[in-house]
């Protein structure tokens, strides 16, 4: 489970999910009398379906955006599903992946869906108290992300807002894929917010929307002419100001010569952390030098115990372990990893010549690749758990 959803929720959302089209049922769920305003006169139960369907909808891939196969993978389980009503064993047929792996992609699902209803509650009232414990466990769901479809989404959410403003969008958005390491969602309500209230600070014209890249960071700049010249305030709410502390982002507002103003919200490319754990140095050199040019930054551990403490210590985003090790063998490790709250939840990429990924995968493993290997098959194995 997510932690950074509440167990009783993520009860109630799943609760929701299966009972997508029971009108009665959703009235009555208690999910139902927290959701944001809808129409005049609509049910709670149909606000609270549409709500969910929508959630649904952000984790559809956006055209030509670079999205990641599980990704993917991940919509389309969850439309055809909940939405489109098929059962569990004929989604994994059309997807063409075993039901064994559907289940678990279902299990991400829920937590995904809940994230956003979570944070739709989490953000309905500027008088709730904001729950920093919560917000700040965000840090805890940071997978590679190309945020140029995240901003993309975020410009279709206020386009309606602008066009009342009498505001025209100019939007210069690279066409290859901007991967960070970040929290999609909570990026997205980021980029929402800061547009959002960018345009309400503008008058009449042109709003110029930038984004750009280097090794270091990338960088999301907007242009805008000031409703108040004397004024450089943008407001940004507590949620979102925690978010952007959370995930390093950091934002500058300053006037230009000519009248406009800019924003600038920079966004560190924040990498991910590989630890390898094999007593073959020989491999663990091969991986390294794949990973050169890569966004990760990769660890090394030549026994089972001092990957164990590693892993607790350093709290990795990914692991490639070997089974046969002297001392403590890979199984072993598997063990205690899943056994140990701290490194519960950290994806395993078991990397061996034993081949039993049933065994594994039964003790946790995330995915088993056969030695020997690749440079393509590990890096799309680490695409495949979300790096």
Request: with cysteine; aromatic share 6%; charged share 20%.
């Amino acid at each position: 489970m997510s932690e950074a959803l509440p167990e009783a929720f993520l009860e109630q959302v799943k609760d929701v999910l299966e009972n997508l089209y029971d009108f009665p049922f959703l009235n009555r769920h208690p999910l139902a009398q927290s959701t944001r305003a809808g129409q005049p006169n609509e049910p709670a139960g149909h606000r609270l379906r549409r709500e969910v369907v929508e959630a649904i909808e952000a984790f559809r891939p956006v055209e030509n955006g670079g999205a990641r196969p599980n990704a993917a993978r991940l919509y389309n389980l969850l439309h055809l599903h909940y939405v489109g009503g098929m059962t569990l064993p004929e989604v994994a047929n059309d997807l063409g992946i075993s039901v064994r792996q559907a289940y678990r992609d279902l299990r991400h699902g829920h937590e995904s869906v809940g994230e956003i209803l979570w944070f739709n509650r989490q953000g309905k009232s500027e008088a709730a108290p904001l729950d920093t414990a919560e917000v700040e466990r965000i840090n805890d769901r940071l997978t590679a992300n190309n945020i140029t479809a995240i901003l993309e989404n975020a410009i279709k959410a206020v386009q309606r807002l602008a066009e009342q403003q009498n505001l025209r969008l100019d939007a210069a958005i690279p066409a290859d894929p901007i991967v960070i390491s970040t929290n999609p969602t909570a990026a997205q309500q980021i980029f929402i917010h800061v547009l959002s209230q960018t345009i309400q600070q503008s008058s009449s014209g042109v709003l110029r929307i930038e984004l750009r890249a280097t090794s270091d960071e990338a960088q999301l700049e907007l242009r805008y002419p000031p409703r108040d010249p004397d004024t450089l305030d943008v407001p940004i709410t507590a949620v979102i100001q925690n978010f952007i502390q959370q995930l390093h982002f950091s934002i500058t507002v300053d006037a230009e010569v000519g009248g406009a103003h800019r924003l600038c919200l920079t966004m560190p490319a924040q990498r991910s952390t590989v630890l390898i754990v094999d007593d073959n140095q020989g491999l663990i050199d091969l991986l390294q030098r794949y990973f050169a040019g890569q966004s990760y930054k990769v660890l090394a551990a030549s026994t089972g115990a001092d990957g164990l403490k590693l892993a607790d210590d350093l709290q990795p985003d990914a692991m490639i372990m070997d089974l046969m090790m002297p001392g403590m063998d890979g199984w072993e490790v598997l063990q205690r990893l899943r056994t140990n709250p701290r490194t519960v939840n950290i994806p395993v990429i078991i990397c061996s010549v034993i081949n039993d990924p049933e065994l594994a995968y039964s003790l946790g493993a995330s995915l088993f690749i056969s030695k020997p290997i690749s440079k393509d098959h590990i890096l799309d194995a680490l695409r495949e758990i979300g790096l």
